[in-house]
C-alpha cells in the first residue's frame, strides 16, 4: 500500500516545490493537488463533508500549475490531480496539459478526476445540467483518450464533437496517464469501472460511513464486468495506526492523507508525524 499527501495550494501555504521535496523526501509515493476555479457567493450546493465551506476552496491554486513546480524539483514522487474538475475544463486544450505534465515529469503524472459538487460554479462555466454532468465527464474522458493515443484524433459523441486533428505532445505514460476516477459508492465505483483506470473514494462521509465497508462490494462488480484489478486510491483516512493497518490488509492501493493549507512550520511535523505512522504500517 502506497501514500499521499493531498494540500490546496495557496498563496499563504507552503510552497508546492518545498511541500513536493518535503514529501518526497519523508518516503511519499505522490502529491495531490485538489481543484476548484472560484466559488460563487450565491451558494447554493452543500459543501458534502458538512458544516461550512473552508476558505481554502475558494483560494486554491490550478493543480497544473502546482504539480508542474512539484515536477521540477522531485525525481520519483507521483503527481496527482485530486480531483480535476473536467465538467469545468475543455477537453482538448486539458488533453494537452495532462499529456504536457506527463512528459516533462517522465510519466509520473495520475489523472484523478470527478464530476464535482458545486452546481453553482460549474454553471459559471457552462454547465448548467448539473444531473446530466457525468455523461459530460464521460464523453470528454473519451474524447481525451483519443487525442492521447492516436496520430490522428477525432472524437463523436452527443456533448462532445470534433473532426480529425493532429494534438501534440503525447504522454510519456502508454497508453496514457491512469484516469482514477473520483466518487461515492456505488455510482462513482461503477464509473471507475465503466472508464477509469482506477477509484478515487473519500475514507468516510454522513452519508455513508466508512467506504471501507463497500470494498469487497467493489471487487466483486469489477469481476462482474470483466475488468482487472483497478486499483483503490482513498482519500481522507484518519491518523490512526490500527485503522491504517486495516486499510493495508483489505487491500487498499494506497491512502492520501489531506494536510491543511498552512505554512511549513504547521505542516513539517504533521508530515514527520504522517511518515512515522506510513513506516510502522509498512513494517506490518
Known amino acids: ?29 505522490s502529491v495531490w493537488a485538489p481543484e476548484h476555479s472560484h466559488i460563487p457567493l450565491s451558494r447554493q450546493s452543500p459543501f458534502p463533508a458538512g458544516g461550512a465551506l473552508p476558505k481554502k476552496y475558494a483560494d486554491c491554486m490550478d493543480p497544473f500549475v502546482s504539480l508542474s513546480v512539484a515536477a521540477a524539483v522531485t525525481k520519483t514522487l507521483l503527481l496527482g490531480t485530486g480531483v480535476c474538475l473536467v465538467v469545468q475544463r475543455d477537453p482538448i486544450q486539458t488533453a494537452k496539459l495532462v499529456a504536457s505534465i506527463d512528459s516533462v515529469s517522465d510519466g509520473r503524472f495520475l489523472f484523478g478526476i470527478g464530476g ?14 448539473f444531473k446530466g454532468r457525468w455523461k459530460l465527464v464521460r464523453e470528454r474522458v473519451e474524447a481525451m483518450k483519443t487525442i492521447w493515443t492516436q496520430d490522428v484524433a477525432e472524437y463523436h459523441g452527443d456533448l462532445v464533437d470534433f473532426p480529425p486533428m493532429w494534438a501534440n505532445p503525447k504522454p510519456a505514460r502508454k497508453p496514457h496517464p ?76 494506497r491512502l492520501v492523507i489531506s ?19 506510513m513506516r510502522q504500517v509498512e513494517a506490518g
Open 259 to 277: 494536510l491543511d493549507s498552512a505554512p511549513a512550520g504547521t505542516i513539517l511535523p504533521q508530515l514527520d508525524t504522517w511518515a512515522a505512522l
Open 178 to 253: 491512469p484516469v482514477i476516477v473520483g466518487g461515492a459508492f456505488p455510482y462513482g465505483a461503477r464509473r471507475a469501472i465503466a472508464y477509469g483506470d482506477g477509484w478515487v473514494p473519500h475514507g468516510s462521509r454522513p452519508q455513508y460511513g466508512d467506504v471501507a465497508n463497500f470494498l469487497p462490494e467493489f471487487r466483486k462488480m469489477t469481476a462482474d464486468a470483466g475488468r482487472a484489478h483497478l486499483p483503490v486510491t482513498m482519500f481522507g483516512v484518519p491518523a490512526d495506526l490500527a485503522k491504517l493497518r486495516h486499510y493495508r490488509d483489505i487491500g487498499v492501493d
Open 1 to 29: 500500500m502506497q501514500f499521499g499527501v493531498a494540500m490546496f495550494f495557496t498563496d499563504y501555504a507552503m510552497g508546492a516545490a518545498d511541500f513536493a521535496r518535503a514529501v518526497e523526501d519523508r518516503g511519499f509515493e
Open 116 to 129: 464535482g459538487w458545486n452546481a453553482e460554479e460549474m454553471a459559471d462555466h457552462g454547465t448548467t445540467d
